[in-house]
């Protein structure tokens, strides 16, 4: 299955990705830095550097810092990912940056419920643009 992350909210895509990939499906995430992440732009943006910044720099825990590492991770939050069962799902899981050359000519589906309309404001971040700060500091 491939999902066209643009405009969907991450962690309605989250949830909806690790429900799949527990069942076996193999899912691919296409256009991962336009995903959406809901709150105020300093929030959310403290929220992702607080989670950064945890731990010793050498030892971790670290935190992705790519927009479709950054999804992926999202995902894995969602799945039992030390057991068997988890960690076959997780495999199953692929997210890119964009479109890939061997995905272009097939067809990618969208998530209605995880659409950002759905919000009931319009304050989000993209994950790109959440990754982009990150970067900086």
Do not use: H
């Not at 336009?34 to 971790?60: N, T």
């Amino acid at each position: 299955m491939i999902i066209d992350a643009t405009d969907l909210i991450l962690g309605r895509l989250a949830s909806f990705a690790a429900k799949k990939a527990l069942l076996g499906e193999k899912i691919e995430i296409i256009n991962s830095e336009k995903s959406v992440i809901s709150g105020k732009k300093d929030q959310v943006y403290k929220d992702y550097l607080r989670k950064i910044q945890r731990g010793i720099p050498l030892q971790g825990p670290y935190f992705p810092r790519m927009p479709d590492m950054l999804v992926r991770r999202t995902i894995r939050g969602m799945i039992p990912y030390k057991t068997e069962r988890g960690k076959k799902a997780f495999r199953n899981i692929k997210c890119w940056i964009g479109v890939p050359a061997k995905l272009k000519d097939q067809k990618a589906d969208t998530i209605k419920q995880a659409n950002v309309s759905k919000l009931p404001y319009l304050k989000y971040k993209t994950a790109g643009d959440i990754c982009r700060l990150m970067r900086s500091k």
